[in-house]
């Protein structure tokens, strides 16, 4: 990995001007995103898994979690950002180092327990983001750590809980040296607006399917707009309903 890539990375995260990231799963699809424009790419754990043969939650192997994203950091001249789930276990000295081994640029880090759903302790989080960027800068990578946060997602009390408690680690996971703030599951424009004032940070959203478009997040102060697995489970059942059924009833799946 090169000091350049992370920031190169990091300054696209843009409150305002989102960085607009379509999730690749393998080469082929990172490739097709760099070849589209788009100025990095980044991968989902969900669509990554689903093409080794896993389910998401860390059931693959770290080791070939790890290679995926060797091979797609070999296939693509833009900084890749991977979604590392909560570390695989890995303690962070050496989730550092065998991560940086790949030549990825950045990595999303999760605030619940991807097997339990449980949420983890807020300090106890913040503490593992510090230990990762020591460890980064001991190594002398300048890894872009995106602070993944669940407390929608795992529907951890009222909405507004969920969003008082978002902002709450938000704002810890940056002190502690988080580069941008992922409150995965947040949808509703006020709750994004609150969130984006909020964190002292930059902020990533999940693209909502056809509820909004990236302009839209970007009125809300967005500066980080990612795909998750949605498309790949889009393309893949179009493949499974579409295409397969076609030859399955010997049909021309290529119809004029």
């Not at 898994?49 to 070999?74: H, K, Q, S, T």
Request: aromatic share 6%.
């Amino acid at each position: 990995m090169s000091n350049q890539s992370g920031s190169v990375l990091r300054a696209l995260h843009v409150p305002g001007a989102p960085l607009v990231l379509p999730n690749a799963w393998d080469a082929a699809s990172a490739r097709m995103v760099q070849a589209a424009g788009f100025p990095a790419v980044a991968t989902s754990s969900a669509a990554t898994a689903a093409v080794l043969g896993y389910e998401d939650g860390e059931a693959a192997p770290v080791e070939d979690v790890l290679a995926a994203a060797a091979r797609i950091v070999r296939a693509v001249d833009v900084p890749v950002t991977v979604d590392f789930e909560r570390g695989y276990g890995l303690a962070p000295d050496e989730l550092v180092e065998r991560f940086a081994a790949t030549g990825a640029a950045g990595l999303n880090l999760e605030d619940s327990d991807p097997r339990s759903e449980a949420m983890i302790d807020a300090a106890e989080q913040a503490d593992f983001l510090a230990e990762v960027r020591a460890a980064a800068r001991s190594l002398g990578a300048d890894l872009v750590i995106n602070a993944r946060t669940d407390s929608f997602l795992r529907r951890a009390g009222s909405p507004e809980d969920q969003l008082a408690a978002s902002i709450e680690r938000g704002t810890r996971y940056v002190a502690a040296g988080a580069d941008c703030v992922y409150p995965i599951g947040a949808g509703d424009p006020g709750a994004i607006r609150a969130l984006t004032g909020g964190i002292p940070g930059p902020v990533n959203v999940g693209y909502g399917q056809g509820a909004r478009s990236p302009a839209d997040y970007a009125s809300l102060g967005v500066a980080r707009v990612s795909f998750g697995p949605s498309l790949q489970r889009h393309l893949y059942g179009t493949f499974g309903s579409e295409l397969l059924s076609a030859v399955a009833a010997g049909r021309n799946p290529f119809p004029p």
